[in-house]
């Protein structure tokens, strides 16, 4: 899916690198690669918990304060754009026990931190517990769906929102129909209050429960120091609070139509 609607991007690529480029590669061209790509200005140390005294003086000592920092003869020569392609697709694959519906929209890139918290609460409404959406509508009420998923992939140079419905291929046609009116149904309609807090409560208490352990807060602290100013690890939580459902119904569902997505529906392979 990702190959299809992110054909003339990065994101649509093997994360290991194609076999031929791999093949054609030379200790000289890994080396210049290493050169350009591992900077100082691309990487962040980020240390939580106890920490020991003596450390910046440690760190300043060791190669990691050799790194090369961004020149114009080594330019970063990131493009900032994801390039996403609506569309649809039908394949069969060997072995597939249930059909499954894949869907994908781009999404806002990781230091449009308002936005990502936005997307964020819409999933969440939509796919998140029995309660959300489409999982009471399709798994409870209808019955037609063993799973159904929804998550934001938050990335540096746009993000993703990927939809995955597993379900019986024979019921498959009428799993996408009703995606489609759910979807339809919160871009017309703004969700109630009650809807609304639920939500906030479940992207807040996940937000605080990632922060309970040390490495947890590096892990979060670091990529946030590379996509914008450091802030406190509870900055989301403001953002989070100041969207409405009318921002909602708007500016995130809105977006979250079949119409401006990319589709994949992957079938069991048929025998003989």
Same mark, same amino acid.
């Given at each position: ?19 031929e480029?791999?093949l ?12 350009r790509?591992?900077?100082g ?7 939580? +918990? ?29 493009d ?12 069969q ?5 249930a ?6 929209w781009?999404?806002a890139?990781?230091d ?34 063993e ?7 938050t990335?540096?140079? +746009?993000?993703?929102?990927?939809l995955?419905a597993?379900?019986p ?15 339809q ?58 969207w ?29």
């Open positions: 899916m990702l190959a299809s609607s992110c054909a003339n991007h990065p994101y649509g690529r093997p994360i290991l690198g194609w076999e480029s791999l054609a590669s030379s200790p000289d061209t890994m080396a210049a690669f290493h050169q790509r591992y900077r200005t691309n990487c962040c140390l980020m240390v939580a +918990g106890a920490i020991p005294k003596g450390l910046e003086q440690t760190i300043s000592a060791s190669r990691l304060a050799s790194l090369a920092t961004q020149s114009e003869d080594h330019p970063n020569g990131i900032q754009t994801l390039s996403f392609q609506r569309g649809r697709d039908t394949i694959v060997e072995r597939l026990e059909a499954r519906l894949l869907m994908a781009p999404a890139a990781a449009q931190q308002h936005q990502v918290m936005g997307i964020d609460l819409a999933t969440t409404l939509l796919a998140e517990g029995r309660r959300s959406r489409l999982v009471e509508r399709l798994r409870e009420e209808l019955q037609i769906v799973s159904i998923d929804m998550d934001l992939t990335l540096e140079q +746009g993000s993703l929102v990927m995955e597993c379900c291929a024979e019921h498959i046609k009428e799993v996408e129909a009703e995606v489609d009116r759910v979807l149904e919160c871009a017309s309609t703004p969700v109630q209050a009650a809807e609304m807090e639920r939500g906030r409560q479940l992207v807040g208490n996940g937000l605080r429960f990632s922060l309970e352990a040390p490495g947890s807060v590096a892990g979060i602290a670091g990529p946030q120091a590379l996509w914008r100013e450091p802030q406190d690890p509870l900055r989301p939580l403001q953002d989070l609070q100041n409405t459902a009318a921002g909602l119904q708007s500016d995130v569902f809105g977006q979250l139509q079949a119409s401006k997505a990319f589709t994949l529906v992957a079938l069991p392979e048929e025998e003989g």
